[in-house]
């Protein structure tokens, strides 16, 4: 059996959103800033695709900025609001320690450009604590930015609590809402968001485009210099055939947001019940606050690379939260910022569901990590000490 459960790196493009697409290449091909009928085609096509997107996150259309994904807004988002607090002499940034590397990387430059960084605790259940981050805004505060939701824990933050304090205390408040988006509620009218980032691959959509939301009257900085589009904010001749294959997989989405979210929720809470069973291991994140969709776990005395490979030998396609794969032996800043001690962060697995998912891959799934757990236990050193007491269990 095949079971793919990373939605969480990206999911399968829809057929319908590629039906969508398709036109964009074979017959609506013009340039949107031609002034020919083609072009003029092209261009009614955009607007229309920036009106359904506006629509769906509750924001005007013209507040609506496309870009070719998630990194991409996010860097923008900070830039901007950067270049605000430059002008203003306002030059603190608030952020969390568990944010996606295209915002933590983004606060490290800024931080050498001289801003100064205050990073909320996310506590052990992954979730900041607004009283925090009200003490921590100061009179110098430009921008606070807090993800809507977790990637590799799935936690969700009080965003409309956050959206509030801001707003009151008049600080710019930007949200990655790259793992939220079209799969729980936004509106960034009523949560009073500022700036929104996400990304059409995480919902059904194709790869290598997404949407900065900007609050009418928040400046933009471009990142990239060029033509006058998207009002002059991010130049480049626009990508139509995937925005509009992003606006149809939104659409989709959110119309189906809730019968989606009762169906994935009930196929996570069969999984987490399955895997709780194996001794000294851990539901990592908030058990009620989390996306429908994430189950994240702990194993002590295994590593997470082995179990992602002997898993893939079964079929099940998951993550690791560790960043091993990439080179590198630290473990996921995720764990480490919810208080996972290293020897346990190494030991996690990341599996994440869509609607695609069915009870019988969730079955297989249960079976699949709890025979590979076993195993890799029965052959592990670190184990044998565990057992035989010459290590003290931390789970
Ligand atoms: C995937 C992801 C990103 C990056 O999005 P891309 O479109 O792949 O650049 C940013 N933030 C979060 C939370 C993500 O999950």
């Not at 901007?80 to 030059?91: D, L, P, Q, W, Y």
Request: with cysteine.
């Amino acid at each position: 059996m095949k079971v793919y459960l990373d939605n969480a790196a990206t999911t399968r493009t829809k057929e319908k959103v590629i039906e969508t697409m398709i036109p964009y290449f074979r017959e609506v091909y013009g340039n949107p800033s031609s002034l020919h009928s083609a072009g003029q085609r092209a261009n009614e096509a955009l607007t229309e695709a920036r009106a359904s997107v506006a629509k769906n996150l509750g924001a005007d259309t013209n507040e609506i900025y496309f870009t070719s994904g998630g990194s991409e807004s996010d860097n923008q988002a900070l830039r901007s609001a950067a270049e605000i607090g430059k002008r203003t002499g306002k030059k603190h940034i608030i952020s969390t320690a568990f944010e996606h590397h295209a915002i933590l990387h983004t606060l490290k430059r800024l931080q050498k450009e001289g801003f100064e960084i205050t990073l909320l605790d996310v506590h052990e259940n992954g979730i900041v604590r607004t009283d925090e981050l009200e003490k921590a805004i100061r009179p110098d505060t430009c921008l606070v930015t807090v993800m809507y939701a977790n990637n590799e824990i799935g936690t969700v933050q009080p965003i409309a609590e956050i959206g509030a304090i801001c707003r009151e205390k008049g600080v710019l408040f930007h949200t990655d809402a790259v793992q939220a988006a079209g799969h729980i509620f936004i509106d960034v009218k009523k949560q009073n968001i500022d700036m929104l980032s996400l990304s059409a691959h995480k919902f059904g959509g194709p790869k290598g485009v997404g949407v900065l939301y900007v609050k009418k009257g928040v400046p933009l900085t471009p990142l990239i210099e060029g033509g006058a589009q998207e009002k002059g904010k991010r130049a480049g001749t626009e990508n139509l055939p995937s925005i509009m294959g992003m606006a149809e997989a939104l659409r989709e989405a959110c119309a189906g947001m809730e019968s989606n979210s009762v169906y994935v929720g009930r196929l996570r809470d069969k999984l987490i019940e399955g895997l709780s069973v194996i001794p000294h291991s851990v539901l990592n994140g908030d058990r009620v606050n989390r996306l429908p969709g994430n189950v994240s776990f702990c194993f002590e005395g295994i590593e997470g690379e082995s179990l992602l490979l002997l898993l893939d030998d079964k079929g099940v396609q998951a993550s690791s939260g560790s960043a091993c794969t990439s080179g590198s032996l630290d473990p996921s800043h995720v764990l480490l910022a919810i208080g996972r001690v290293h020897d346990v962060a190494h030991g996690s697995l990341r599996l994440t569901l869509s609607e695609e998912t069915t009870e019988e891959e969730i079955d297989y799934t249960i079976e699949a990590v709890k025979d590979t757990v076993d195993y890799l236990r029965s052959i592990s050193p670190v184990w044998r000490d565990l057992i035989n007491g010459k290590r003290e269990f931390i789970l």
